[in-house]
T-cell receptor, first 115, second 112 residues
């Protein structure tokens, strides 16, 4: 049983294209996240949604647009891809309601390569 | 702003020894610190959480300490095994909600 899944696992595309990454969690969590891990392996938060509402939006170019159709899904759409967008993107989820200290469950990652 | 610093050099140890990894934070004392393990090509996996009022937390062969005076957490793996080889990430909740700020991670290699 996959807890947090992402598709696709690998994405190779040309500069200027638009692409989407999908994420689904079957843990019943109410909060989902997108992280970016660059070539130096730093994992940085990009967005967070709680019950379909955007609650964290770090300094991310507005070419990146997250969308949460329901609390089990959080997709990431990227417009006009640039070389610097090449990275591994991780989706994660956690249960926030009534909790103070929450572990996050990560998906397997999507390796995006922009040529 | 808060920074989480981990030794970026790889740690090489012999099987059976205790591995000790360091996590330092630079600014305010976090309410808690979390430790994750990341294997190549995979997402991080949660290991342990320690609150600021806890000195030590254990789980099987893992032990985490939290020293607010030194602004440091230590992560120990006793009786290390080659299967423990991975990158270990330290993270703290960066103020509000559950936004985690991660360190760069320390790669551990356990040699038979």
């Amino acid at each position: 049983d996959t807890a947090v899944s992402q598709t696709p696992k690998y994405l190779v595309t040309q500069m200027g294209n638009d692409k989407s990454i999908k994420c689904e969690q079957n843990l019943g969590h109410d909060t989902m996240y997108w992280y970016k891990q660059d070539s130096k392996k730093f994992l940085k938060i990009m967005f967070s949604y709680n019950n379909k509402e955007l609650i964290i939006n770090e300094t991310v170019p507005n070419r990146f647009s997250p969308k949460s159709p329901d609390k089990a899904h959080l997709n990431l759409h990227i417009n006009s891809l640039e070389l610097g967008d090449s990275a591994v993107y991780f989706c994660a989820s956690s249960q926030e309601r009534g909790q103070l200290y929450n572990e996050q469950f990560f998906g397997p990652g999507t390796r995006l390569t922009v040529l | 702003s808060q920074k989480i610093e981990q030794n970026s050099e790889a740690l090489n140890i012999q099987e059976g020894k205790t591995a000790t990894l360091t996590c330092n934070y630079t600014n305010y004392s976090p309410a808690y610190l979390q430790w994750y393990r990341q294997d190549p090509g995979r997402g991080p996996v949660f290991l342990l959480l320690i609150r600021e009022n806890e000195k030590e937390k254990r789980k099987e062969r893992l032990k985490v300490t939290f020293d607010t005076t030194l602004k440091q957490s230590l992560f120990h793996i006793t009786a290390s095994q080659p299967a423990d080889s991975a990158t270990y990430l330290c993270a703290e909740r960066g103020g509000g909600y559950n936004k985690l700020i991660f360190g760069a991670g320390t790669r551990l290699a356990v040699h038979p």
